[in-house]
DNA sequence: TCTATATGTGAAACGGGTTTCATTATGGCT
DNA sequence: AGCCATAATGAAACCCGTTTCACATATAGA
């Protein structure tokens, strides 16, 4: 059962394909008595135009490719739900490139994640996408391969190209993050005006940009409180949650522990959590702990999580909106910031036996 | 800077396009020295066969479309994440369909989610997929509106339709599921052999097929232990934590209460361990609660979630593998069933008081 | 009445590949 | 030397829309 096709429409309107096209399009003024019978048998037919033969000549798919690291990691759903929300209003449709890549042990092998990313880009450019959204992965790292750089500023020179919530360093990238510094200068400040002295930071990659800003962002918000930053307090590599635990369990467990823990992303803070009850150790009475991301999750906890917001669906919206214009060839800020909000829950509260508030 | 296509290699080879497109699909023997010339020039110019052109004359294009209902819900990324792993494997790439709708309130609109699906199934056989799979929606409905149910039979005779974890009854629509009712009966049996007599069960939804097949597995499971289901201790209409909080929370605060509650999902029961936290009960000591889906977040919980295991990934990836058999032709079973799988972890105990065990 | 402009339509080229069919060159075998 | 299978290649058609160009007809304004 061979789809019909406009050629079949216009031999039985005894018409030109032309003339079906316009009709089809809107594109030029057909009369009135042709056009009813032309669509009188497109309904007749369930006439469905053949979306690759129509993009081959226009040149514009209405594809995006949207290449990220992993979907199970429920940071990414929230910003692809933003994305998703927007793109769809623009009448875009997206193909779905998860890079991710593990090992046997489920252990994350990076390496594979960079190739991966690299045959996306390449298929995607195959399907001729009409723009890329690229979150996590070599872009977010401090310093790239320049070879993995090289690669974006070649597709980048082909097709708009959107990078989320990283920086390539020196690099004329069109970006749109969240302003990590500040958030986590929220997160820290807030349990400052709490009390506490002795905050310690875990989780994150200390190859990531985000994870070097975050900290940047602690370090300023302790130097200007006047506080000093232990360098046993801060534990990184990793953003899981038994990595949280083990990080916590760490810190709970040595003779001087902190009163609160600023998490690298909100799965760090639910282990440290995990780490806490385990220890015995109530939160937020005894510890304070807050996360970073505000995933769904935050509010699942017991208590629930004080968190920073990334706003991620707005970094999804955000993205959708840019990469659009970009498409249409208007011009867009080099790099967007989308400033997080602290959302103040349970895990926080003053430092027990002062009452700064 | 247009792109370079197989005209170009091909004039610049001196040979004919027809041999260019040979050497790019190996379709038929070139004289080395003439590939080796052809294969140099596409990479001087970093040729990237259009991959429109190549569906519009081959008519596969390797895509897939994927529809569920919201990204945002942890089950479907794991579900999704199965999928993409064997999809990838298979040379599939697909659009990710996502329709939820929401109002102001973020409550879901089930009609415009329904609409939707329709829009994206007639999108995606504009865009030439060579396949769809679908899960939840009008999928999950025990009595669908027969419009829908034809519209997908529709559908479905032009391009493979698969669909997962769900049963449009009377209909010739191929399928891969969870058995919910065993599953259902595991975690009921579970609750048995610990010693409860007292079970309710929470969240679901009534018209949803899945909700009714686990109430049905639950019904046998008490049956067969002689135990009297009560009807007020069956509480549906909700698939959230918020909705499992306010589930539990009625039942807890009942004169006559539970010693152990299934609930429909994951989140249900994340939602009622808050509640038995709010009212001061212990968990699993004073009551047993166990979930259904085994997403990622069960491990989060303090405790962690004694829950039902749908094989989500395995789910996705017989789907990849079931759908493709479907495009290639061959002959697939009509319905596929994969078994749950009990995890027992800390949220179910031996009924206080006795010792069954 | 005669341009100027808008309306209505078809033929043909085009987009960028694949595939069929025909043709020539080549090698192996009797 | 003669024949056949295979290698190697090109011309042209095809996939299914869109777009350009040309042309005919109609309407309006001068």
Redesign the pocket.
């Given at each position: 059962m061979?789809?019909?096709?406009?050629?079949d429409i216009?031999r039985e309107a005894?018409?030109?394909?032309?003339?079906?096209?316009?009709v089809?399009?809107n594109?030029?003024?057909?009369?009135?008595?042709?056009?009813e019978r032309i669509v009188a048998l497109m309904h007749k037919y369930q006439?469905?135009?053949?979306a690759?033969?129509?993009s081959?000549?226009?040149?514009e798919t209405g594809m995006i490719g949207f290449i990220l690291p992993d979907i199970t990691n429920p940071f990414f759903p929230e910003v692809l739900s933003g994305f998703d929300y927007e793109a769809r209003k623009l009448g875009y449709t997206y193909f779905l490139c998860d890079t991710i890549s593990t090992n046997e042990e489920n252990e994350r092998l990076y390496d594979r994640q960079y190739e991966r990313e690299s045959q996306y880009l390449s298929l995607l450019m195959e399907k001729q996408v009409d723009g890329i959204v690229m979150i996590g992965g070599r872009v977010d790292l401090a310093k790239p391969d320049p070879e993995l750089t090289r690669e974006l500023e070649e597709v980048a020179k082909r097709v708009p190209v959107l990078l989320l919530n990283g920086s390539l360093p020196k690099t004329k990238l069109n970006r749109v993050s969240a302003d990590q510094k500040f958030g986590a200068e929220l997160a820290v400040q807030h349990l400052i005006d709490l009390g506490h002295r002795d905050i310690a930071v875990i989780g994150g990659y200390s190859k990531m940009t985000n994870t070097q800003q975050r900290l940047s962002g602690f370090r300023s918000a302790m130097k200007d409180a006047g506080l000093a930053v232990r360098k046993e307090w801060i534990l990184t590599e990793g953003f899981s949650v038994p990595k949280g635990q083990e990080f916590a369990a760490k810190l709970l467990s040595a003779k001087r522990r902190p009163t609160a823990i600023f998490c690298m992303n909100d799965l760090l803070a639910i282990g440290a959590l995990k780490a806490a009850h385990r220890a015995g150790i109530r939160v937020p009475e005894e510890l304070s702990i807050v996360g970073y991301d505000d995933i769904p999750q935050a509010t699942y906890s017991i208590p629930e999580l004080t968190t920073v917001s990334l706003m991620s669906q707005e970094i999804g919206r955000q993205a959708a909106r840019t990469l659009d214009k970009m498409i249409a060839g208007k011009k867009v800020p080099l790099f967007q910031s989308i400033m997080p909000e602290l959302v103040v829950r349970e895990t926080t509260a003053p430092l027990s036996g002062t009452n700064f508030q």
């Open positions: 061979r789809p019909v096709t406009v050629y216009a005894n018409v030109s394909v032309a003339t079906v096209s316009r089809l399009n594109t030029a003024p057909v009369k009135k008595e042709t056009r006439f469905q135009p053949n690759l033969a129509r081959l000549t226009r040149k």
